[in-house]
């Protein structure tokens, strides 16, 4: 009889043969930044999280950088929207002014630079819109620009978000050609059209104003689609990829690692992280475990780097577990 419970017997046994680790290293942690004075905006549908305006941001990035969190990803939410997202790619943008700010005094964070225009439209789309009508090509040389103006203000990754067809190739050639020949691109390749993303779009101010994204972001009903889409963006020049969400797509995430040899990211999202807050306020779920589950459960799948809301938790729970 083969008997592994040999390897589970004590804490130190167990931790011995283990196949998978979390750590802080492993760990990117989403931020808001607003317009405005004086703004710390609780997200009520996610526990914990707040816009900040840039004055107050630093309570935020100083608990980061004690934890030893290596990396922000941020999200930007201009005062003023229009049908072109003009904030997205304006060299004085919120996002922009943050990036600076950031790279100024935490030197040794590396800033992730969501590129997106939903955030910036009055419309709330991730592209340029007519007749109700998702434009891809005329949205393309906007991203690119966009991508351009981040770089600029010093962001170390750009991460097209958007899910427009050939962005990575348009992003690729514009940051070349304003000599960011180093400025790699995380690109968010295998994006769902899913209904994790409720509570993200309290907190980006980003929900469509008609109509939902099914035309440009994926359909969860498809795996070997995401493949492809992997593919497309690695051969246009893609050097990281994303596949989001996280826990209803561990399987895209485990056939990716296993088809293509680079670094893999998958993103906890918003809708992930409220579910286990709300549970966990109600007492029905031990949080600490069930966070610490899920994180290993990413990393089991493949990913190398774990963007999620639960990160500054993550990095005490690790604290502790250690203790």
């Not at 498809?222 to 593919?231: D, P, T, V």
Request: glycine share 6%; with cysteine.
């Amino acid at each position: 009889m083969r008997r592994f419970r040999r390897l589970r017997q004590t804490k130190e046994l167990r931790s011995f043969v283990r196949e998978n680790e979390v750590s802080v290293k492993d760990l990117i942690y989403p931020l808001f930044v607003v317009e405005g004075d004086n703004q710390k905006n609780p997200v009520d549908s996610m526990p914990g999280i707040y816009q900040y305006s840039l004055d107050r941001i630093d309570e935020e990035l100083d608990r980061v950088v004690e934890a030893k969190i290596p990396a922000v990803l941020l999200f930007g939410i201009p005062a003023h929207k229009d049908e072109k997202g003009s904030g997205a790619y304006a060299d004085d943008g919120i996002t922009q002014r943050c990036i600076r700010h950031i790279k100024e005094k935490y030197s040794s964070l590396i800033v992730i630079a969501d590129v997106c225009l939903c955030e910036y439209t009055s419309h709330g789309h991730c592209g340029l819109v007519c007749h109700d009508h998702i434009l891809n090509d005329e949205t393309l040389p906007l991203l690119a620009k966009m991508a351009v103006s981040m770089a600029k203000a010093g962001a170390d990754i750009v991460a097209p978000s958007d899910m427009m067809d050939g962005r990575v190739a348009a992003i690729r050639e514009a940051l070349d050609a304003a000599e960011f020949i180093n400025t790699p691109i995380l690109s968010y390749s295998a994006k769902f059209a899913s209904g994790y993303y409720g509570p993200f779009r309290d907190a980006a101010g980003s929900a469509p104003h008609f109509g939902d994204r099914k035309s440009y972001q994926m359909d969860p009903a498809n795996g070997r689609e995401a493949m492809r889409e992997i593919s497309d963006d690695l051969d246009e020049g893609a050097d990281m990829i994303i596949v989001k969400p996280a826990l209803a797509y561990l399987d895209i995430m485990s056939q990716a690692r296993e088809r293509f040899d680079v670094p893999f990211i998958t993103y906890n999202v918003s809708g992930e992280y409220s579910m286990v807050k709300a549970a966990a306020a109600n007492g029905w779920i031990d949080e600490k475990r069930i966070v610490l589950e899920n994180m290993i459960a990413m990393k089991r799948a493949g990913a190398d780097r774990i963007i999620t809301y639960h990160a500054l938790d993550v990095a005490k729970f690790l604290k502790e577990e250690e203790a």
